[in-house]
């Protein structure tokens, strides 16, 4: 019993590493040639959005960003939980570290 125990905890711990990497890494998408940018961590989050001045009124730039962000954010969310819901029927409704 005491090695499978011992796999457990080094596999633990490997999800834990690679969920700190992901959280570190960063990825950006952009559309309209680059107009607007998006950074984006491994784990799925949010981290910026930028808006060329160029392509809107340079007086709602800020409120622009924010409400992406936020609609961004509530999509991620509810695609974080309709896999975590797909996961928990396939696992039984068992938490799994590492797994959505």
């Known amino acids: 019993m005491q090695p499978n125990m011992k796999m457990v905890q080094q596999m633990q711990n490997r ?20 107009a607007v940018r998006v950074q984006v961590n491994g784990l799925r ?15 709602d730039i800020e409120i ?7 609609a961004i954010n509530d999509a991620m969310k509810q695609a974080e939980d ?10 039984g409704g068992l938490q799994i570290p590492g797994l959505m």
């Open 64 to 70: 622009l960003e924010d409400m992406i962000l936020a």
């Open 82 to 91: 309709l896999a975590n819901e797909r996961m928990g029927a396939i696992t």
């Open 15 to 34: 999800l834990m590493k690679m969920q700190q990497e992901l959280e570190e890494t960063l990825v950006e998408g952009s559309a309209g040639g680059g």
């Open 45 to 59: 989050a949010v981290k910026s959005v930028k808006i060329d001045p160029a392509a809107v009124d340079t007086e």
